[in-house]
Nanobody, 122 residues
Framework: EVQLVESGGALVLPGGSLRLSCAASGFTFGSTAMNWARQAPGKGLEWVSGINSIGAGTAYADSVKGRFTISRDNAKNMVYLQLNSLKTDDTAMYYC???????????????RGQGTQVTVSS
């Protein structure tokens, strides 16, 4: 059974930083691309970032490019999202999502965890 468990969300001031973590199990993690997606209150699910199976390739939504960094540790079955220079518009539930292949596909956001809440507010 695929399990994805996100953690690290918090209330943070504008301009602050957070590191989100996702623990994965139940599939061949080292052969699978991973994505992060988010859903703000009253809005649809938005793909945020992806990383290929070996961590050699990454991709970001324009809204977070230059501020967020995705990474993974295949030895620990973990994927991370470093959030810097946070804005109030970044407030959302953040989800870790399993890819369907080794390469990044922005559409692979359906199989995801329960999420971790990030709130950016003064």
């Amino acid at each position: 059974e695929v399990q994805l468990v996100e953690s690290g969300g918090a209330l943070v001031l504008p301009g602050g930083s957070l590191r989100l973590s996702c623990a994965a199990s139940g599939f061949t993690f080292g052969s699978t691309a991973m994505n992060w997606a988010r859903q703000a209150p009253g809005k649809g699910l938005e793909w945020v970032s992806g990383i290929n199976s070996i961590g050699a390739g990454t991709a970001y939504a324009d809204s977070v490019k230059g501020r967020f960094t995705i990474s993974r540790d295949n030895a620990k079955n973990m994927v991370y999202l470093q959030l810097n220079s946070l804005k109030t518009d970044d407030t959302a539930m953040y989800y870790c999502a399993k890819g369907q292949s080794w390469y990044i596909n922005k559409a692979d956001v359906l199989q995801r965890g329960q999420g971790t809440q990030v709130t950016v507010s003064s």
